[in-house]
């Protein structure tokens, strides 16, 4: 006992409390620290992760803008060179040959590519977008239709100016298709 009398202070302790309220004070520090850090990589991995979400929607958005624009392109291609075929099929002076290398030159790679095309876009627009694209699919395949019908007979027979006209209010209707959907994707519809 006389060497514990020997270490006490001047006021009698033996200094164990205060090592005691050291340790509890460093613990609490650490613990403080963890949970700060803890909160810090939480905070952040939250942040991360909505970044990541933000810069997927933006490239989902790109995407989209990409393949509607190859859309809009391809349908327009394929209207000049639909309307090119009509023209050669129902030009008297046009041979069988003619009207063949029309379609083979012109109205077949249009058509190829607007296909490709349609397919982007179903797999990467909305429900309401692929909507409005099948009504676009039925009007192109209407277009189709009326440009192909005289590839092999050529013009005899057939009413020319009804047969424009027709083929001109089909290609309206398509364009005018083309326009909505184009109008509702602008607006975020899509």
Sequence with gaps: MAQKQEKAGDDGSTGRPKQR?????????????ALAGLTGSTLAYFEAKDTHRTEAEARRADIRREAYVELSTSVNKFVQQATQLLRTSLDPAKTEEDRQRAFANGYAPANTDLARAYTTVRLVTTDEGRQDLDELEALTARVGRLANERVAQG??????????????????QQLAALQTFLDRAADGAL
Aim: net charge negative; charged share 20%.
């Design 21 to 33: 309220g050291a340790t509890l004070a460093v613990l609490a520090g650490a613990l403080i620290g």
């Design 155 to 172: 013009p005899e027979g057939v009413d020319v100016k009804k047969a424009g006209a027709q083929f001109n209010e089909a290609v309206e």
